[in-house]
């Protein structure tokens, strides 16, 4: 933009000497900034709940031509990421009731973006799908959500983008991968079952 001030040169080095300072190896958490991570956490609030704020959500249908409750986006998104499930799987991945998403699931159905079809494995289970329709919506809204973050993120020089795109990532990863259950709750592992390369002893 006109008037922005100056980007100053980087290349990989630079990036990768940014995050590293940004996040200090072998640091324990008891001996961190205890500010630091209220001030995250603060943060991962106001990203959950913009994430699901109804508001929002219908406007990023209203940008494609296409308004939706914002439920129906949340339900929508989830089944084009797993491209195929039953509605008990689906109500799994949202973390909802089965009745609850069974009543949206019709809804987008009656809309014409999600298809039930039967499992070759078990005629009793259907599995869903987006349709044709429903996927060209997914793509269309996916997109329009990134321009808001591009709206949001107008005033940030590209290095502080790249920079937070790059810890922002690595943050998610992390949190996916976390199991939060105490130590002392969690279900103990199952033996495995790979072959051990001894003879067995009679």
Same mark, same amino acid.
């Given at each position: 933009?006109?008037? &922005?001030?100056?980007?100053?040169?980087?290349?990989?080095?630079?990036? &990768?000497?940014?995050?590293?300072?940004?996040?200090?190896? &072998?640091?324990?958490?008891?001996?961190?900034?205890?500010? $630091?991570? #209220? /001030?995250? /956490?603060?943060?991962? =609030?106001?990203?959950?709940?913009?994430?699901? @704020?109804? /508001?929002?959500?219908?406007?990023? =249908?209203? $940008?494609? =031509?296409?308004?939706?409750?914002?439920?129906?986006?949340?339900?929508?998104?989830?089944?084009?990421?797993? #491209? #195929?499930?039953?509605?008990?799987?689906? !109500?799994?991945?949202?973390g909802l009731e089965l009745s609850t998403v069974? $009543?949206?699931?019709? !809804?987008? +159905?009656?809309?014409?973006?999600?298809?039930?079809?039967?499992?070759?494995? @078990?005629?009793?289970?259907? /599995?869903?799908?987006?349709?044709? +329709?429903?996927?060209?919506?997914?793509?269309?809204?996916?997109?329009?959500?990134?321009?808001?973050?591009?709206?949001?993120? #107008?005033?940030?020089?590209?290095?502080?983008?790249?920079v937070f795109a790059e810890l922002f990532s690595?943050?998610?990863?992390?949190?996916? @991968?976390? &199991?939060?259950?105490p130590a002392g709750l969690r279900p103990e592992?199952?033996?495995?079952?790979?072959?051990?390369? $001894?003879?067995?002893?009679?």
């Amino acid at each position: 933009m006109p008037g &922005d001030a100056p980007t100053p040169p980087h290349d990989d080095a630079t990036l &990768d000497a940014a995050t590293n300072a940004a996040v200090p190896p &072998d640091t324990p958490g008891a001996a961190a900034d205890a500010d $630091r991570f #209220e /001030q995250i /956490q603060l943060a991962i =609030g106001v990203v959950a709940r913009r994430a699901r @704020d109804t /508001q929002l959500l219908e406007s990023l =249908g209203a $940008r494609v =031509g296409r308004p939706l409750e914002g439920p129906s986006y949340s339900t929508l998104s989830r089944l084009a990421l797993a #491209e #195929e499930c039953t509605v008990t799987e689906l !109500a799994r991945l949202l973390g909802l009731e089965l009745s609850t998403v069974s $009543r949206r699931v019709k !809804a987008l +159905e009656a809309e014409g973006l999600v298809a039930r079809t039967t499992s070759p494995t @078990d005629r009793r289970t259907s /599995q869903l799908r987006l349709t044709t +329709e429903g996927r060209e919506l997914f793509e269309a809204m996916s997109s329009a959500w990134r321009d808001v973050l591009v709206e949001v993120l #107008e005033d940030w020089d590209p290095f502080s983008i790249e920079v937070f795109a790059e810890l922002f990532s690595r943050f998610a990863t992390a949190l996916d @991968d976390h &199991d939060a259950t105490p130590a002392g709750l969690r279900p103990e592992p199952a033996p495995s079952t790979r072959p051990t390369g $001894r003879v067995p002893t009679l």
